[in-house]
T-cell receptor, first 114, second 118 residues
């Protein structure tokens, strides 16, 4: 079975540019989560969706960040405009309502903003 | 206050020996879940083991077991017969029930870097 798929795996961009990260959750999973990992702050939850509906976006750092889930098999995290402090690894994870908390992570996108 | 505390930034163990990674948690919920994830140098996060707050027996998954001491609010991960491939960062995480009982968020600790020596 395919796991969570993220693209791109690596992204290097310049400050001020728009960045779009993509995620395909495991088929049949009800929940989708976006995390950011940095050395300083560790693993932080940004936002999560249930059945394509955003449930909690309290971790989104500021208005430059936005996330969408237009259907059950696709989600995007957009940063516009990007800043050097956004450099991090961004993970997408999905889980089943029947197994709350057991989240399966994608390989991550390493974002570098110059 | 931190919800998940992992006091060991780094641990070393000899191959084939057992190792315990510490995790303490803080919650006022009666229903919660505790998780351990492994992050090797390649970067992916791998789910290892889960313990529910109402589970009376410690969870086990192959060489992994979770030493759950509810009164002490600790959920230590025990890896038996360490292998070189166990070298990785290990994260403890907690899911609290939340007000509506439908909180699916995980709070992660800072992690412990385990190095297995040959």
């Amino acid at each position: 079975d395919a796991g969570v798929i993220q693209s791109p795996r690596h992204e290097v961009t310049e400050m001020g540019q728009e960045v779009t990260l993509r995620c395909k959750p495991i088929s049949g999973h009800d929940y989708l989560f976006w995390y950011r990992q940095t050395m300083m702050r560790g693993l932080e939850l940004l936002i999560y969706f249930n059945n394509n509906v955003p449930i909690d976006d309290s971790g989104m750092p500021e208005d430059r960040f936005s996330a969408k889930m237009p259907n059950a098999s696709f989600s995007t995290l957009k940063i516009q405009p990007s800043e050097p402090r956004d450099s991090a690894v961004y993970f997408c994870a999905s889980s089943l309502v029947a197994l709350p908390g057991t989240q399966y992570f994608g390989p991550g996108t390493r974002l570098t903003v110059l | 206050a931190q919800k998940i505390t992992q006091t060991q930034p780094g641990m070393f163990v000899q191959e084939k020996e057992a190792v315990t990674l510490d995790c303490t948690y803080d919650t006022s919920d009666q229903s919660y879940g505790l998780f351990w994830y492994k992050q090797p140098s390649s970067g992916e996060m791998i789910f290892l083991i889960y313990q529910g707050s109402y589970d009376e027996q410690n969870a086990t998954e192959g060489r992994y077991s979770l030493n759950f001491q509810k009164a002490r609010k600790s959920a230590n991960l025990v890896i038996s017969a360490s292998q070189l491939g166990d070298s990785a960062m290990y994260f403890c995480a907690m899911r609290e029930a939340g007000g509506g009982g439908s909180n699916y968020k995980l709070t992660f600790g800072k992690g412990t870097l385990l190095t297995v020596n040959p």
